[in-house]
């Protein structure tokens, strides 16, 4: 069994920061590409950001110019730096670990709970 293994989230006020972190197993780490998804209550699950192998990036567009998704190589870990937040980012975030091959599944975390007070 692959595990991921996320943290940080909670309550934070309109406005405030937090960053998300999640660790995988090397193996995953140096070939999937790493995301974050959310899922908001009443909502489908949407991609927040992700960041392949080589450190090529892609944002939501509401989440472009707030989020920051980075990874640490050596440390098998992939990071969402939340800026700005509001009361609609409230949501489940999860990480995820995504390859390019059909026969390869996805790997996703336990999910941690973003609360933005207004």
């Known amino acids: 069994q692959v595990q991921l293994v996320e943290s940080g989230g909670g309550l934070v006020q309109t406005g405030g920061s937090t960053r998300l972190s999640c660790v995988a197993p090397g193996s995953i780490f140096s070939v999937y590409a790493m995301g974050w998804y959310r899922q908001a209550p009443g909502k489908q699950r949407e991609l927040v950001a992700s960041?392949?192998?080589?450190?090529?990036?892609n944002y939501a567009d509401s989440m472009k110019g707030r989020f920051t998704i980075s990874r640490d190589n050596a440390k098998n870990t992939v990071y969402l730096q939340m800026n700005s937040l509001k009361p609609e980012d409230t949501a489940v975030y999860y990480c995820?670990?995504?390859?390019?091959?059909?026969?390869?599944?996805?790997?996703w975390g336990q999910g941690t709970q973003v609360t933005v007070s207004p």
């Open positions: 960041i392949t192998s080589g450190g090529s990036t």
């Open positions: 995820n670990a995504h390859h390019g091959a059909w026969y390869l599944k996805d790997y």
